[in-house]
């Protein structure tokens, strides 16, 4: 008859889970890992699947709570201040300060949108890329676009609505020249779904999920 096998306790030292804790924005291959508490941007190349040098923003003492990376810089907002850097994380330029905290930023061509919606506000501004300039602003009583994701094909940006019940997946459209259209939410089934907070626009801009795990067509919500 075997003996049987004996196993001695031991710990395994785990990966660090700080990561958890970061707001990740993936660019041209490439990923940025935005960290509140650290102007320290660490980088990572999806392709070679490799870290890459990190970048430090530019007179920042804490990292932004939001930001957004294109080819045309860095975006990043602490709390009711967005500012644009170079990719390189220099060349800080200040560009609003708004009423409330920037929540989400998103890009289209030379447009960038700044969502500082709360409570039951939906509230957004518009900034022309090229010259740094506000372009327009828009805001909506009731619902709020809060999570927002955006499908530049479609001139919409997404969100749900915050602190209203019954809840709805919410929107806001803008023309080419960066002015707002309507603002609004009560979609096809309103108050019929679990609440949610945040919202993914699929690549191919066809359809809109939120974190409650509803899929929603772009073109009518359904």
Same mark, same amino acid.
């Given at each position: 008859?075997?003996?049987?096998?004996?196993?001695?306790?031991?710990?395994?030292?785990?990966?660090?889970?700080?990561?958890?804790?970061?707001?990740?924005?993936?660019?041209?291959?490439?990923?940025?890992?935005?960290?509140?508490?650290?102007?320290?941007?660490?980088?990572?190349?999806?392709?070679?699947?490799?870290?890459?040098?990190?970048?430090?923003?530019?007179?920042?003492?804490?990292?932004?709570?939001?930001?957004?990376?294109?080819?045309?810089?860095?975006?990043?907002?602490?709390?009711?201040?967005?500012?644009?850097?170079? #990719?390189?994380?220099?060349?800080?330029?200040?560009?609003?300060?708004?009423?409330?905290?920037?929540?989400?930023?998103?890009?289209?061509?030379?447009?960038?949108?700044?969502?500082?919606?709360?409570?039951?506000?939906?509230?957004?501004?518009?900034?022309?890329?090229?010259?740094?300039?506000?372009?327009?602003?828009?805001?909506?009583?009731?619902?709020?676009?809060?999570?927002?994701?955006?499908?530049?094909?479609?001139?919409?940006?997404?969100?749900?609505?915050?602190?209203?019940?019954?809840?709805?997946?919410?929107?806001?459209?803008?023309?080419? #020249?960066?002015?707002?259209?309507?603002?609004?939410?009560?979609?096809?089934?309103?108050?019929?779904?679990?609440?949610?907070?945040?919202?993914?626009?699929?690549?191919?801009?066809?359809?809109?999920?939120?974190?409650?795990?509803?899929?929603?067509?772009?073109?009518?919500?359904?």
């Amino acid at each position: 008859m075997k003996k049987p096998l004996s196993y001695k306790p031991a710990f395994e030292k785990l990966e660090d889970r700080r990561v958890l804790a970061t707001s990740i924005v993936e660019f041209n291959d490439v990923g940025y890992f935005f960290d509140s508490s650290s102007p320290v941007v660490a980088r990572y190349d999806i392709v070679q699947a490799t870290w890459l040098a990190p970048i430090t923003l530019q007179n920042a003492t804490t990292g932004p709570q939001t930001a957004h990376v294109d080819a045309n810089g860095i975006y990043a907002a602490f709390g009711q201040t967005a500012y644009r850097y170079n #990719n390189s994380g220099t060349s800080r330029t200040h560009l609003i300060n708004l009423p409330s905290s920037i929540s989400a930023i998103h890009s289209d061509g030379n447009l960038l949108f700044l969502n500082y919606s709360i409570d039951l506000y939906a509230r957004f501004v518009s900034i022309n890329k090229n010259n740094n300039t506000l372009i327009d602003s828009v805001e909506n009583y009731v619902f709020a676009v809060s999570g927002s994701s955006i499908a530049p094909n479609r001139n919409t940006i997404y969100g749900r609505s915050l602190g209203v019940s019954p809840s709805d997946i919410t929107y806001v459209t803008y023309a080419d #020249n960066g002015r707002f259209g309507v603002a609004r939410g009560d979609g096809p089934y309103h108050g019929d779904y679990p609440d949610a907070t945040r919202t993914w626009v699929f690549p191919d801009e066809t359809k809109v999920v939120d974190n409650s795990g509803i899929v929603y067509a772009t073109s009518d919500l359904t």
